[in-house]
């Protein structure tokens, strides 16, 4: 594993980076550094494997040591140029965090995810907000788009002139849609025409008149 007197975030960077704070700028040049980096524009998997790896370092089986905490282990954060900050987790050699550091690093050279379930969940789940906030953005500017409008027509049979509002149906699911278009993490985002019409067929729209009455599609 690299050591902290051997690191350095980018190439552009100097090697072991002194800590501030710290009396003696170089009590971690012997520490090992753990693969697992985040910065402040970290991805979902680099956000994972940081939280997996600070995980198996503070559960180690013992109730009250994994209550107070370990000192064989730290996180150190500094500023960057490029990334505004990052921070690393470092473990003092020849002692437990040591061991788990090395099994780390030899879980991530075979496998890129430390923690398979977790990084599911934040895929879901940021896939949930990508889909939901592109369709509710997509509504609010939808009287911007002819074609859409004509279509909102037809489904609902009311002329453009008597909506006053659109909106999405309580308990409408993101997930529904995305399945509809083939729409998943980290792929292609569909034409918009394509998500209307899911949300059209998916009786997820509904409007309102100027009479005040609401109108869904079921």
């Keep these: 594993m690299q050591l902290y007197q051997d690191f350095a975030p980018t190439p ?27 910065t402040r524009d970290s991805s979902l998997l680099a ?17 009250q ?7 064989d282990y730290h996180t150190l954060c500094f500023g ?5 900050w990052f ?6 050699p020849l002692t437990p965090a040591a061991k788990i ?5 030899a879980a991530l050279a075979d496998y890129p995810v430390l923690d398979d379930e977790d990084y599911s969940e934040r895929t879901f789940d940021a896939h949930h907000d990508d889909v939901y906030n592109h369709c509710f953005d997509m509504i609010n500017n939808i009287f911007c788009n002819d074609l859409d409008v004509c279509k909102l027509e037809d489904a609902f049979g009311q002329c453009s002139s008597d909506i006053v509002d659109v909106g999405l149906v309580d308990g409408w699911d993101p997930h529904a849609v995305a ?24 009786s997820f729209l509904q409007i309102q008149l100027k009479g005040g009455d609401v109108v ?3």
């Design 179 to 202: 399945e509809k278009v083939q729409w998943y993490y980290a792929d292609r985002t569909p034409d918009d025409e394509e998500i209307f019409d899911a949300l059209i067929e998916l």
């Design 47 to 63: 956000e994972s494997n940081w939280d997996a790896a600070i995980a198996m370092l503070e559960k180690r089986g013992d109730k």
């Design 12 to 38: 552009m960077d100097r090697v072991g980076m002194p800590v501030r704070g710290e009396k003696n700028p170089n009590m971690y040049d012997k520490w090992f550094v753990l693969p697992t980096m985040r």
């Design 216 to 218: 869904r599609l079921d």
């Design 65 to 71: 040591a994994d209550e107070d905490g370990y000192d």
């Design 87 to 92: 921070e690393i987790i470092v473990a003092k």
């Design 80 to 84: 960057h140029w490029a990334c505004g």
């Design 101 to 105: 550091a090395k099994d780390i690093d």
